[in-house]
């Protein structure tokens, strides 16, 4: 049977820090009982400390998320770590995710420490959230620019210490899928325990690469993967768990995994955010955009009613969709044009619908988008206002 790889939501948390995304405490309750629907492993609910808002959201999704693991964010920071454990009371399943950079620059320039202090530092934070919670995941900030070999010694020092996770994030989004599946192997290669931990990742989109790093991360032994709804996230975003979770589903061939989500609550989860956050998706956004399942030129209108597997590689009822569209412009051809006729419920004798599809042409070349009223108005010999 095919392993389920654990879908790690950050919407509510690495997904909010994004400028234009904030929600509040109702807002973020409607979205976590969606991810929970959605079927999500693990939902970031928050950072608690970073503001009372914060934790409050935190401590609400923790109380009604019944079945999905909540996760609230840490600094390796003594009181970072006591407002995540408060904030987690009463959920079913808590987590805390602590984190501490490790790259060169981040600790000589933002953390002014040693690699030495910051591997003491990352085991005793780790510990001390042990006390708290049996479930522990440590980041390793900046993990893609960082010393492996430094990498090697703190994950399986962090691993002793009682993590259950061990993240490697793309924090500023600047690996690419080779260097990342290096990276990623040579973790399950040199830290000697790491068979005991979830191996996660997390990626941003700087350079558009988080979904393809975060795919080639798990073929290099990746169990976890962070990602956030339509991608939003810091600056570029985040992995985008419909890219992701489509990608697995769609290509079984390259990738023989699962993952628990229930795929055709895709579309209205990403409605729903779109509508709580006022973000609009680009149109021509995978997966999700208005234009993913819209089919505009006549020969590829033709090949899809004829067989939709022609320029379908997956269906829109896939994703919680009821149909894919047909738009009919300029581009559309006789055979959709028929269709939509017939769809509209008029039958025409040849010589009425070639003279129909021809007064068609001549407006779709002034619109952009041939609408059903338009259609109907032609059929019945009616003028076309345009
Ligand atoms: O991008 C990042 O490194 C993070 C960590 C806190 C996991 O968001
Ligand atoms: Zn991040």
Redo the contacts with the bound molecule.
């Keep these: 049977m095919a392993k389920a790889i654990k879908i790690f939501d ?1 919407t509510l ?2 997904g909010e ?1 994004s400028p234009g995304c904030s929600m509040n405490l109702s807002e973020k309750l409607e979205m976590a009982l969606q991810l929970e629907r959605l079927g999500v492993d693990v939902i970031e609910a928050g950072f608690a400390i970073a503001s009372p808002g914060d934790f409050k959201s935190v401590h609400e999704i923790a109380k009604v998320v019944k079945h999905t693991r909540v996760a609230s ?1 840490a600094r390796a920071l003594t009181k970072d770590i006591d407002a995540a454990a408060e904030s987690l009371k009463g959920a079913a399943y808590p987590r805390i ?1 602590t ?1 501490l ?1 490790t790259s060169d620059i981040h600790m000589q320039y933002k953390l002014k420490k040693t690699p030495e202090e910051v591997l003491q530092n990352a085991v005793e934070m780790v510990k001390y959230a042990k006390k708290y919670c049996e479930d522990v995941e440590f ?1 390793a ?3 893609s620019r960082s010393d492996p070999a430094f990498l090697y010694q703190i994950f399986e020092a962090v691993i002793k210490a009682g993590a259950t996770v061990i ?1 490697v ?4 989004g600047y690996t690419s899928p080779d260097e990342f599946y290096n990276l990623i192997a040579g973790i399950r290669d040199h830290v000697p325990s790491i068979d005991k931990v979830d191996i996660s990742v ?1 990626c ?1 989109n700087d350079l558009g690469m988080a979904v393809a790093n975060s795919l080639s991360a798990i073929k290099a032994g990746a169990t976890q993967i ?1 990602c956030t709804v339509n991608g939003i ?2 600056r570029a975003g ?1 992995a985008a768990l419909e890219e992701l979770v489509m990608n697995l589903s769609v290509r079984k061939d390259l990738y023989d995994l699962t993952t628990n989500i229930q795929t055709k609550e895709i579309y209205k989860t990403s409605k729903l955010l779109s509508s709580i956050t006022g973000v609009k998706i680009q149109p021509n956004k995978a997966i999700v955009g208005e234009n993913a399942f819209a089919h505009e030129s006549g020969i590829h209108q033709h090949g899809v009613l004829a067989n939709k597997s022609t320029y379908e590689i997956m269906t829109p009822e896939s994703i919680g969709l009821t149909e894919n569209k047909m738009v009919l412009g300029k581009h559309s051809g006789r055979h959709a044009f028929v269709d939509r006729i017939e769809m509209l419920g008029y039958a025409l004798e040849e010589d009425a619908l070639n003279k129909a599809f021809e007064q068609f042409k001549m407006l779709a070349d002034k619109k952009k988008v041939v609408t059903d009223k338009d259609i109907e108005a032609l059929v019945r010999r009616k003028t076309v206002a345009i």
């Design positions: 950050t948390r690495d820090q964010l995710h984190f950079a980041s900030e900046d993990a993240n994030p793309d924090t500023v997390h941003h962070e996230g810091e985040n």
